[in-house]
């Protein structure tokens, strides 16, 4: 059985891969409306990563506290 960290990784790697295809896809047929889609999908992906990090780092603060 897959540790939790593993298939979240596993998860967010997929969700790069896809976003990365969406884009060279885009690129490829010159669509815009297709490469500003994917470059926001990549935003909220990085973004979501972020919001991950930091409520990580909070959950682990207060458990140092108690």
Known sequence: MLSRQTLNRIII???????????AKAIYHNSI???IMALTSLGAGI???YLMVKAKEQMEAEEAAR
């Open 13 to 23: 790697i997929g969700f790069m891969v896809l976003v990365g295809f969406a884009l």
């Open 33 to 35: 409306m297709g490469i």
């Open 47 to 49: 973004y979501f990563l």
